[in-house]
């Protein structure tokens, strides 16, 4: 029996770990939907950037990626040239990675109270964009 409980809890943790992994990859190829008004992507190009405002419909972006962020490719700069064409306005919101600040979070709940939708936000994996949304949506600042 407890042979069996600690297969069972090594497969549970493995699939677990699996899951978790695998999250910040699915992030990188695509955006995650927050809500009907609000999607976050990972680790952005200009061609992917392109290509997500032109299939998604996204009328407004927040970068919250630094641009002088290690492993950053392309700058908020290159990033508005592009939106700019397709009349999307962006905002460049920075925040630093696991250092989401309650500064931060009112100021992005003003962003999304004011922007027009759908916003897409950019950081490098999706989670500090989905955090500033997450704990902005938990304190009721958002406007839905």
């Known amino acids: 029996w407890t042979c069996w409980m600690t297969k069972f809890s090594l497969q549970s943790l493995l699939l677990s ?3 978790f992994c695998a999250a ?3 992030a990188q190829d695509s955006s995650i939907v927050l809500n009907e008004k609000v999607s976050a992507a990972g680790q952005m190009t200009a061609e992917k950037f392109a290509l997500l405002l032109k299939q998604q419909g996204f009328k407004s972006v927040i970068v919250n990626r630094p641009d002088q962020e290690q492993g950053n490719s392309v700058t908020v700069g290159q990033l508005r040239s592009i939106a700019e064409k397709a009349q999307v306005s962006v905002i460049y919101q920075p925040v630093t990675g696991g250092k989401v600040s309650q500064t931060d979070v ?3 709940a003003k962003y999304y109270n004011e922007l ?4 897409l936000m950019v950081c ?6 989905s955090a500033l949304f997450n704990q902005a949506k ?4 958002l406007n839905e």
Do not use: N, T, V, Y
């Open 116 to 119: 027009p939708k759908p916003i």
């Open 17 to 19: 770990l699996l899951f």
């Open 24 to 26: 910040p990859a699915m």
């Open 106 to 108: 009112a100021e992005f």
């Open 124 to 129: 490098r994996s999706g989670a500090r964009s």
């Open 138 to 141: 938990a304190q009721g600042l």
